[in-house]
């Protein structure tokens, strides 16, 4: 098992930037896949950023170029460094951990990106 707590969300102007910060309650270093979701008012959840144990890293159409996702095995944390946000990618962010134990979620954190 692990607990995933987000930190990092909040308001900012289209066109800042925010980072996101997801800490694992133990190692991650054998956890196959981390990722970040979200999910805005009305909408499902969707992938935004993903990354394997090996560093493969994959994101959504929307925020590629904008967005970078990293991973900190000695620190047991995932990052999401977001750029030239837009009113678009407000919602709210989960960071996401899926091996072979199962598949795990974190609180969320609220990201409002004013226009």
């Known amino acids: 098992q692990v607990q995933l707590v987000e930190s990092g969300g909040g308001l900012v102007q289209a066109g800042g930037s925010l980072r996101l910060s997801c800490a694992a309650s133990r190692s991650i270093f054998r956890i196959n896949v981390m990722g970040w979701y979200r999910q805005a008012p009305g909408k499902q959840r969707e992938l935004v950023a993903m990354i394997t144990s090996d560093g493969s890293t994959n994101y959504a159409d929307s925020v590629k170029a904008r967005f970078t996702i990293s991973r900190n095995n000695a620190e047991n944390t995932v990052d999401l460094q977001m750029n030239s946000l837009k009113p678009e990618d407000t919602a709210v962010y989960y960071c996401?951990?899926?091996?072979?134990?199962?598949?795990?979620w974190g609180q969320g954190t609220q990201v409002t990106v004013s226009s």
């Open positions: 996401n951990a899926n091996w072979y134990l199962g598949n795990y």
